[in-house]
């Protein structure tokens, strides 16, 4: 897996807009790199968990997911784990203070993966 070097960069720039609040989004795209992100939306009281994928267009297909830690945690949450295995198969997490290297990537389970910034 793969993503735009500009992805990234724009996603850690509005991590760091949205803060101290989180920021969510789906992560898309095509032939194995991520272009784009989905802004999610979410209702007060309501979270990413309970998105409804079927609001999304017809045909898109979700690598996975980017939330910012506005804590410096680089890590997953109990409840992102929960989170990871609903949409897709990669999951970045941006973290305070989103410098350029802020940010990793996960799989599923939450196991740290490697993907090539391009
Ligand atoms: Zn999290």
């Known amino acids: 897996m793969k993503i735009r070097r500009e992805l990234i960069e724009g996603l850690i720039e509005i991590s760091r807009e949205n803060h101290p609040y989180e920021f969510f989004a789906l992560l898309t795209g095509k032939k194995g790199v991520i272009e784009e992100f989905v ?3 979410f209702e007060q009281g309501s979270d990413f968990a309970g998105f409804n994928t ?3 267009p017809i045909g898109m ?3 996975g997911t980017v939330h910012s830690h ?3 945690s680089p ?3 109990t409840q992102d784990l929960a989170t990871f295995s609903s949409f897709g198969s990669i999951h970045i997490i941006i973290h305070y ?3 350029r290297s802020c940010w990793n990537a996960f799989d599923s389970q939450g196991n740290m993966v490697e993907i090539e910034v391009i």
């Open 70 to 72: 506005p804590s410096n």
């Open 54 to 56: 079927s609001l999304l």
């Open 75 to 77: 890590h997953p949450s």
């Open 61 to 63: 297909r979700i690598y």
């Open 97 to 99: 203070p989103y410098c």
């Open 39 to 41: 802004y999610i939306p």
